[in-house]
């Protein structure tokens, strides 16, 4: 998994100085956004945090609303390396199974067990699960990047495996609401993570124990689409 470096800058890491101080604010804004919400933030702390001059946020994106923008962007390209190869299998994998209960479970047992290892593993979601929290509890006025761009593509493909696992339609209401339930079984490994860490004495994952939750969740998961019994 992706460790603490939020953004590589190139392939080959020889970057312009301009694509340099582009990306230490890209991801001193990650940080601070993630931590305290854009209202919270100024303008000279992202710059102090960037250790960059305060005249750059307005040069290289226009202001503080921008560089928020550009934040929630980058956030979307830094995670397409984990959702879309996922969400492509899960959509091969819909076509492939039919009506095959057997093969939708193992199905859903996998994706759900990928899922969670982009949240159980490593720090790469460590500034990215509280921004996308930010978002869902309150809103700003560029959900939509966040929205459009990775939550509603996800919801869907979701939707259609529990279609499949259910014989639902996939834009069934119910069929999104039980997505949606299911979902928050994963985000909340990310979402609130310090919660379990401090019920259970931890200060991360402890990596003996990932395998644990993905078989707890993966089980609620299958029961929750009349599947369990069928992941042999």
Do not use: C
């Not at 199974?97 to 193992?106: E, F, I, Q, T, W």
């Not at 990596?207 to 929750?224: F, M």
């Amino acid at each position: 998994m992706t460790d603490m470096k939020l953004s590589p800058m190139t392939a080959n890491g020889t970057g312009s100085r301009g694509d340099e101080t582009r990306q230490l604010m890209l991801d001193a804004g990650l940080r601070l956004f993630s931590e305290r919400g854009y209202e919270s933030v100024s303008t000279r702390e992202l710059a102090r945090e960037a250790k960059v001059n305060i005249a750059a946020i307005a040069y290289h994106f226009g202001g503080k609303r921008e560089l928020y923008r550009a934040v929630l962007r980058q956030l979307i390209i830094d995670t397409d390396p984990y959702f879309i190869p996922a969400q492509e299998k899960l959509a091969k994998g819909i076509r492939d199974a039919g009506s095959d209960k057997a093969k939708l479970a193992a199905l859903t047992s996998n994706f759900f067990t990928r899922l969670l290892s982009i949240f159980l593993e490593g720090e790469f979601m460590r500034f990215r699960a509280p921004m996308v929290m930010r978002e869902y509890a309150n809103p700003s006025p560029d959900f939509s990047i966040l929205y459009d761009g990775r939550i509603e593509p996800l919801h869907k493909m979701v939707s259609q495996l529990v279609g499949a696992a259910l014989d639902r339609p996939a834009e069934d209401k119910d069929t999104i609401i039980r997505a949606h339930a299911v979902l928050g079984e994963i985000f909340v490994f990310g979402i609130a993570r310090v919660a379990l860490w401090k019920r259970l004495d931890w200060t991360e994952y402890p990596q003996d124990q990932i395998a644990a939750i993905s078989r707890i969740v993966s089980d609620s998961v299958l029961s929750s689409l009349n599947l369990a019994g069928e992941n042999r």
